[in-house]
C-alpha cells in the first residue's frame, strides 16, 4: 500500500521536477534574447560597414573620373580644349563635394572603433586631395618631375584603396 511517506517523497520529486523545468525556461529564454541581441548587433554592424563601403564606393568613382581628365590633361596642356577643362573643374568640385561621404565614412569607422581602417581611410582621402592640388585646370603645364609624382601618387591612392577595402573585409566577415 501507498504510505504518506510515498505521497511525499513522489510530491517532492514532482515539485523539484517542476522547479528545474522552470528554471530551465528562464535559462533558455535568456540565452535565446542573448543571442538575437548579438544577431542584431552584428546585423547592425554589417550594415554600417556597408554603408562605409558605399560611401568610399561613391567618393572613389568621382575619383576616378577625375583621374581619366587629369591623365588626359597632364598629357595636353594648354591644347586641352577649354570645354574639357571646364568638365574637369566641375568634376574637381564634384570631388571636393563628395568628400563630405567620406567624412561621414570616418566617423562610422570610429564609432565602431575601427582606428586602424579610419586611419587608412583618412590617408587616401589625404593623397586624393594631395592629388586634386596638384592637377587642375588652371595649372599651364607640367613638368618631367610632376608627372612622375603624380604618377607615384596615383599608385599610392590605389594602394590604400585596395588595403582599406582588404581589412574592411576581414571586419566584415571575421574568420572563425
Same mark, same amino acid.
Given at each position: 500500500?501507498?504510505? $504518506?511517506?510515498?505521497?511525499?517523497?513522489?510530491?517532492?520529486?514532482?515539485?523539484?521536477?517542476?522547479?528545474?523545468?522552470?528554471?530551465?525556461?528562464?535559462?533558455?529564454?535568456?540565452? +535565446?534574447?542573448?543571442?538575437?541581441?548579438?544577431?542584431?548587433?552584428?546585423?547592425?554592424? +554589417? #550594415?554600417?560597414?556597408?554603408?562605409?563601403?558605399?560611401?568610399?564606393?561613391?567618393?572613389?568613382?568621382?575619383?576616378?573620373?577625375?583621374?581619366?581628365?587629369?591623365?588626359?590633361?597632364?598629357?595636353?596642356?594648354?591644347?586641352?580644349?577649354?570645354?574639357?577643362?571646364?568638365?574637369?573643374?566641375?568634376?574637381?568640385? #564634384?570631388?571636393?563635394?563628395?568628400? +563630405?561621404?567620406?567624412?561621414?565614412?570616418?566617423?562610422?569607422? $570610429?564609432?565602431?572603433?575601427?582606428?586602424?581602417?579610419?586611419?587608412?581611410?583618412?590617408?587616401?582621402?589625404?593623397?586624393?586631395?594631395?592629388?586634386?592640388?596638384?592637377?587642375?585646370?588652371?595649372?599651364?603645364?607640367?613638368?618631367?618631375?610632376?608627372?612622375?609624382?603624380?604618377?607615384?601618387?596615383?599608385?599610392?591612392?590605389?594602394?590604400?584603396?585596395?588595403?582599406?577595402?582588404?581589412?574592411?573585409?576581414?571586419?566584415?566577415?571575421?574568420?572563425?
Amino acid at each position: 500500500m501507498i504510505t $504518506l511517506e510515498m505521497i511525499d517523497t513522489g510530491v517532492k520529486i514532482a515539485g523539484g521536477v517542476l522547479v528545474s523545468a522552470l528554471i530551465f525556461w528562464l535559462y533558455l529564454r535568456r540565452h +535565446r534574447t542573448l543571442d538575437q541581441k548579438i544577431v542584431e548587433d552584428v546585423r547592425k554592424r +554589417r #550594415e554600417l560597414l556597408e554603408r562605409v563601403a558605399a560611401n568610399v564606393g561613391r567618393v572613389h568613382h568621382v575619383y576616378q573620373q577625375y583621374l581619366g581628365l587629369a591623365t588626359e590633361f597632364t598629357r595636353y596642356g594648354q591644347q586641352w580644349p577649354r570645354t574639357r577643362r571646364e568638365e574637369m573643374s566641375r568634376v574637381g568640385q #564634384e570631388l571636393a563635394d563628395v568628400f +563630405r561621404e567620406l567624412t561621414e565614412a570616418e566617423s562610422t569607422l $570610429l564609432l565602431l572603433g575601427e582606428k586602424k581602417l579610419e586611419r587608412t581611410l583618412r590617408i587616401y582621402g589625404s593623397k586624393i586631395v594631395n592629388l586634386r592640388r596638384q592637377v587642375h585646370a588652371e595649372k599651364q603645364q607640367f613638368s618631367g618631375e610632376e608627372m612622375h609624382v603624380i604618377d607615384e601618387v596615383k599608385k599610392e591612392i590605389s594602394q590604400l584603396r585596395e588595403s582599406f577595402f582588404d581589412n574592411l573585409s576581414s571586419r566584415y566577415m571575421p574568420r572563425a
